[in-house]
């Protein structure tokens, strides 16, 4: 067996930071809590830890936690460097699209700056996309899933050499994903 290396103080004051940020925000299309989805994420991330040897378990569970603060709430870089230090704020702004490019660029920048971090990062992309290709909103059209898988593709070939479990797991998602594509309406790919 591996030894633990992340601690549950550590998840718990992450956590409790991401619930006060994310306070009254909803799944999209749904009524349940936000945070769901931060569980889901770290979920996948330990996991993936108690098969997978990684240098620091607790900046992968800390920014699979934190990674949507910058992103989605008013929390800054700084606020997340002072609770939890400088690699976690470093790694949950490489998590954070740049919301000045244009829409279709900002994946590629995120992931381009994903990859000028640890791989415990990486790790974290790979579990929020595994988290995310359930069943999709109601109010998203064909156009929009089609998208959504190829760029669950492109996360997929950017970051495939950061973890083989999670890795085997977005691959099984991206092809489940399949089934809400309507193929009447899409080009064969
Ligand atoms: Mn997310």
């Known amino acids: 067996m591996n030894t633990q290396n992340w601690l549950q103080e550590s998840y718990i004051r992450a956590y ?13 299309g749904s009524e349940l ?9 770290s979920m996948e991330i330990i996991a993936a830890l108690s098969v ?12 699979a936690i934190l990674h949507d603060t910058i992103e989605d ?13 400088e690699a976690v704020a470093q790694g949950v702004l490489a998590l954070t699209k ?8 900002q994946m590629a920048d995120s992931l381009t700056r994903i990859k000028q971090q640890p791989p415990e990062i990486w790790m974290v992309k ?11 909103p109601h109010y998203w059209n064909q156009e ?5 898988r190829e760029e669950a593709m492109q996360i997929y070939a950017a970051l495939k050499d950061a973890s ?3 890795v085997t797991r977005l691959a099984s998602k991206i092809a489940d994903y399949k089934a809400f594509i309507n193929s009447e309406n899409v080009e064969p790919s």
């Open 16 to 28: 409790k930071f991401a619930a006060i940020a994310h306070q009254n925000q909803k799944m999209p």
């Open 33 to 41: 809590p936000y945070i769901m989805h931060l569980s889901f994420v």
């Open 52 to 63: 997978e040897k990684v240098a620091d378990g607790d900046l992968a569970v800390q920014c």
């Open 73 to 85: 709430t008013n929390t800054t870089v700084e606020q997340i460097q002072a609770e939890f230090g």
């Open 98 to 105: 740049d919301a000045s490019l244009a829409k279709h660029l």
């Open 126 to 136: 790979l579990a929020d996309r595994i988290t995310n290709l359930q069943a999709p």
């Open 144 to 148: 929009k899933i089609v998208k959504y």
């Open 164 to 166: 083989p479990f999670l």
